[in-house]
């Protein structure tokens, strides 16, 4: 079975905690603190294989994390990092966050490696804490925690044209003629059951890529029939040929066809409606003798909207090479810049909401200093790196949303008192 879509679980690395220990030789009074920091956790890493062209490997496994870096040692040692883990997806891939939709990765164009997930932050050792006041610091800060997310894939084909229609007017014998694919042919609705994409090579200049858009019926947009499954393989196209059996061989009216499939695609993306699109009316020399020229129905009706209208045989291959010509000239006259989808979720901005304790208390010895512990305040300090100005305004505003700042007003913290937090200390103003 094609797989253009699967759910995954990613998580990175967690980092490393910093060490506690203290230089403890022979001649060497008072060495001091000498815990090592800890090592970063691995990130999860996307990246473009050129030689995939389905999701199929993710179909059979679904959760995969990056190593978690270690922790560091006495010594000053310094604690490994974590391996990274590199997922390998075809071509056009788009990654989504899996509850919202939002694009997290569009792997396209020039995207063809993105680290997804950062593996968390080594934790600083005790070294890093020793102070005129402080000479012994027993604290070393935590590893950031991992990060974990739950994406979508979904596999958008890069075609320059999008072929559509109803199942068997000859989508498949068109791409067969016209291309270099080898879709399989037969006389029945949805012989195709995944997209296929073909080269077009024209004489006297470049050609282009055709993909063969499987399975559209009337009511694709809302699920029923195939056409759902491959509707998102449209969006990157420039232009569509919208293919239609002129001859009405199974009794249904071409033109009404055109109208119900422009439909569903206005339904499932109305930007796809502002596409070009050529209607390739096909199966004419199964016209009979004497009848109404259906073609020129079909012309009277699109022309005057725009939307050239060719005769063709996709079995005997008339009327092929002014069509393809035609859509050459087309994609020449638009924008060649591929469709990417701009990335609208950002994981590193997710805050950590676990409901973890703390307390807040005075300090017995000194009435100006305050004291605040616990898991909550632990996890925090390690996600945040307070050497950076972003990092200290992001923390400042953690304390601010989850009440703790409310706490030390209750606790009766005064304007100049000191707030300590496994190390850091802080001067409390308004």
């Given at each position: ?47 473009v ?45 788009v ?22 997930l950062?593996g ?26 991992a ?21 068997n ?5 068109l791409l ?5 694919a ?121 022309e005057?909207?725009g939307?050239?209208?060719f005769?063709?045989?996709a ?7 002014e ?59 390690g ?37 300590r ?10």
């Open positions: 079975m094609f797989a253009d879509r699967a759910k995954i679980y990613i998580r990175s690395g967690k980092g490393g905690d910093g060490h506690v220990s203290f230089r403890r030789e022979l001649y060497v009074p008072n060495g001091g603190p000498d815990g090592g920091d800890g090592g970063k956790g691995g990130d999860v890493i996307f990246e294989d050129k030689g995939m062209n389905a999701l199929t490997d993710y179909r059979h496994k679904s959760k995969y994390a990056a190593g978690n870096g270690e922790e560091g040692g006495k010594k000053r040692c310094h604690g490994a990092n974590g391996k990274d883990i590199v997922l390998k997806v075809p071509e056009g891939t990654i989504k966050e899996a509850e919202s939709g939002k694009v997290i990765a569009d792997m396209s164009g020039t995207n063809t490696r993105q680290v997804v950062r968390g932050r080594g934790g600083k050792g005790n070294q890093h804490y020793a102070t005129a006041t402080m000479q012994v610091p027993k604290y070393a800060q935590p590893g950031q925690p990060q974990e997310l739950e994406v979508q894939l979904e596999l958008k084909v890069i075609a320059d044209v999008g072929l559509i229609g109803f199942p007017v000859g989508k498949s014998t067969s003629r016209v291309s270099n080898r879709p399989q042919i037969a006389n029945y609705h949805f012989t195709t059951l995944n997209p296929h994409l073909g080269v077009v090579d024209l004489d006297d200049c470049n050609g282009f890529v055709i993909a063969d858009i499987p399975g559209l019926i009337e009511g694709a947009s809302e699920g029923v029939g195939l056409g759902h499954q491959f509707l998102r393989h449209i969006e990157r196209t420039r232009v569509l040929i919208h293919l239609v059996d002129a001859a009405s061989t199974e009794g249904r009216d071409p033109i009404d066809d055109i109208y119900k499939i422009n439909k569903e695609l206005e339904a499932y993306d109305p930007e796809l409606m502002k596409r070009p699109q050529v209607i390739a009316a096909n199966k004419i020399d199964a016209v009979y003798e004497g009848d109404e020229d259906p073609v020129q129905k079909i012309r009277d009706e699109f005057p909207q939307m050239k209208v005769a063709i045989s079995v005997s291959g008339k009327g092929l090479k069509l393809l010509y035609y859509v050459k000239q087309l994609l020449d006259t638009i924008d060649k810049e591929p469709v990417i989808f701009e990335q609208e979720f950002f994981p590193e901005d997710v805050l950590i909401t676990e409901n973890l304790p703390y307390t807040v208390a005075r300090d017995e010895d000194d009435e100006h200093v305050f004291i605040i512990e616990g898991p909550k305040i632990e996890k925090m300090l996600y945040t790196n307070l050497d950076s100005e972003k990092g200290f305004l992001f923390f400042q505003k953690f304390l601010k949303e989850s009440g703790i700042l409310e706490d030390l007003e209750k606790a009766g913290i005064e304007e100049g008192d000191t707030v937090m496994y190390g850091f200390d802080f001067d409390y103003y308004k």
